[in-house]
Each structure stands twice: as C-alpha cells, then as structure tokens.
C-alpha cells in the first residue's frame, strides 16, 4: 500500500512539473484576442480594436454633444493590420498551442482555447497573427521576400511527451542536423486535449510538408501514443522509419496510480486519464506501425528500477516490459531517467543509426520484439 508520504511527494511533483511549464507560457497579445474567421471553416469572432478618429481644434464640444460618432474603420483596419504584423517574441508555444504546419523554420500554430493563429519563424518571434488565411498569405509573403526554396529530402518530427515541448528535443535535434536531416520540432497542447486530438494536429503539419520525399518521427513517451493514433485515422507513404523513446505502449503504471488524484487530472488534462493500462482503454486499441521502428526503454537495468512504486525495471515512469511494442526491428535498453532519455548521447547516437541503417547498434544483431502466438500461453508479470 503507498504510503502518504508517498503520495504527498508524488503531488508535490506533478505540482511543481506543472509550474515550470506553465511559466513558459508566453503573454502575448493574441493569447488575449479571437481572431475572425479562417479560409478553412473554423469561424472566431474578431474583437476589433476601438474606432480611432481625431477631431479638429474647436470641434471637441461639438463631437461630445453628438448623439453619433462618425466612425473611421479604415483607421481601425490599418491599425489591426499592424497590429498582426509586428514581429513579437513569444515562448513557442508550449501547452495552449499546437502546431498544424511547418514551412522551413516557420510554422503556424492555432490557440486550443480561442481557435486564432499565429505564425512564428526561427526564434518564435511571431510574424503574423490571426486567421489560419492571414498566416499563410504572410508566410507567403515572407518566401519570396527571402526567396526561400521549397523542401525536399528528408524529415525528422520530433513529438514530445505530455507536460513537455519540443524544446525538450533540442540537443538530439542538433544531432539530427548534422547527420543531414530537415528537423522538426512538432508541438501541441498535450495537457489541453485528448490523444486522438493531439492526432489531427500531427496530421495537418505531416500534410504540410510539400515536397519532402521521406519523414522519420522520433517520439518521446506519450508522443508514440499520439503516433499511433495518427495511424489508425491517417496514412502517408512517405513514412520511413520511427525511433520509440520511452513510450508506454501498454500504458504507465504511474497513470493508474495518480488518475484519481485531483491534481494529476487538473495539470495532466484529458490526456494523462488516457494512460492507463486499461486492457479495454484507448492504448489497447491503437495500431502497430507497419512501417520500421525500434524502442529505446530506460532502466535501472535490475528488477527494482528507479521507481518503488513500480514493479521490475522502469525509468522512474514506465515500465521496461510496457515500452516492448510487438513489432518493433530493434531493441535497446539505456540507463537513463524517463525524462532524459532525449538528452542522453548514446540514445541519440542510437536514433541516428536506426534511421539511417535500421539497426540501434554498431555492432551485433537487431534485437526484435516478436508478438507470442495466439496459442501461447499468457505471460504473468508479477
């Protein structure tokens, strides 16, 4: 039985992991506007900003007793087309944005809570708000302007887990560069939606890659689960292989302890009831991947693991046994935490050889996960 010591610190640190994402949010103006309607049905009323209009020396009074104000919308207009142009730092969005399409180093993102857009270039510093239209246009714009290529070759999506961003990704996404890959770091908002959801958000940027040839996914945690997902709604043949990192492909342990807390379901939103291992929940029922791909478990790398709470090996999270996705070419275990498992050098060397040569290792065979036969007997994990 979990002591309430325990579960006093697990609280604690769903509270603090909370925090430290939240503060990243950015305040932008747009986080406090609606936009007005897009091109592709998504429909948002506009709160324009107020009439602006100048009066003539010794009309003053003659304009305050007039029942009606003469209004000036082409001030209004040009002011709000400013307004969406000014280029603004923002944090990137981390948990009220998600992604729907990548151009280069820009992308567009749509706010979870009003529907608006907003388009962010390199440095997350926003070149364009409103809707989904008004961001293509400028982006538009923007290509020839710089005179940007079209994409083409090879892509990486990089999908973080919940709570998390894509920034999570960073020091794997510099490797991933320089062995010759586009990279792209995909957000969405992972507290704020379900992982069907989360799905449609992947969907629309993997639609939005115009002209590249091959997509590889690398995937953190829940982010497999929201892959899955993607597969058993969507289909692209331009997926070539995935690399797995920590995901609990037969639900988290963790999940099934913390679901009734009220602070877990407050900060891990709809998603985090969602992880649970359920035979009859939402994992249960997701497909395989038919194309290549490999799992990468952390571990203690000894039946206790990092997390008491858990039997058998685990990263501090998931368990080893519930990363082991039938199917899969390859396997590998690292003795890393769960939330580092991005950061870890040897797991990045391990993500670039597999998706190049589809195998984790330099040397010896592939360790594939072999789905037991239909007649075999059920293996009890105690």
């Known amino acids: 039985m979990v002591s309430l010591g325990l579960r006093f610190l697990l609280s604690l640190s769903v509270v603090l992991a909370a925090v430290a994402t939240r503060a990243d949010e950015p305040r932008s103006p747009e986080a406090r506007g609606t936009a007005g309607s897009s091109g592709n049905g998504n429909r948002f009323e506009r709160r324009s900003l107020p009439a602006v209009q100048s009066a003539a020396p010794g009309e003053e009074n003659a304009e305050a007793q007039s029942p009606r104000r003469r209004p000036v919308p082409a001030a209004n207009d040009v002011l709000e087309d400013l307004q969406r142009s000014i280029a603004v730092r923002t944090m990137g969005g981390r948990q009220f944005w998600g992604d729907v399409s990548f151009f280069q180093n820009y992308r567009i993102q749509r706010n979870v809570f009003t529907g608006h857009y907003r388009l962010l270039d390199a440095e997350d510093q926003r070149q364009a708000w409103g809707s989904l239209d008004d961001c293509r246009k400028r982006l538009e714009e923007i290509r020839i302007e710089r005179k940007l290529p079209p994409m083409k070759g090879k892509a990486v999506i990089a999908i973080h887990g919940v709570l998390r961003s894509s920034k999570s990704f960073v020091p794997m996404l510099d490797t991933l560069k320089k062995a010759g890959y586009q990279v792209f770091g995909f957000d969405y908002p992972s507290t704020q939606v379900q992982i069907p959801e989360a799905a449609e958000y992947l969907h629309s940027c993997i639609q939005s890659l115009e002209g590249v040839e091959e997509i590889n996914l690398v995937v953190h945690s829940m982010g497999g689960l929201v892959v899955r997902s993607y597969l058993g709604m969507h289909h692209d043949d331009r997926i070539h292989r995935m690399v797995m990192l920590g995901v609990p492909n037969k ?132």
């Open 251 to 382: 639900g988290a342990e963790m999940a099934d302890l913390m679901k009734r807390n009220l602070l877990f379901r407050m900060i891990y939103g709809p998603a985090g009831q969602q992880l649970v291992t359920d035979p009859k929940g939402l994992i249960a029922s997701l497909p395989t991947p038919e194309f290549d791909f490999a799992v990468i478990a952390g571990g203690r790398g000894d039946e206790r693991g990092f997390n008491p709470l858990i039997e058998g090996d685990d990263d501090g999270t998931v368990r080893v046994v519930s990363t082991r996705l039938p199917g899969a070419c390859d396997f590998a275990t690292v003795k890393c935490l769960h939330s580092f498992l991005m950061r870890d050098p040897s797991v990045a060397e391990m993500t670039v050889r597999f998706l190049n040569d589809g195998q984790l290792r330099a040397q010896g065979d592939r360790e594939p996960i072999v789905a037991a036969p239909p007649d075999a007997a059920p293996i009890v994990v105690p």
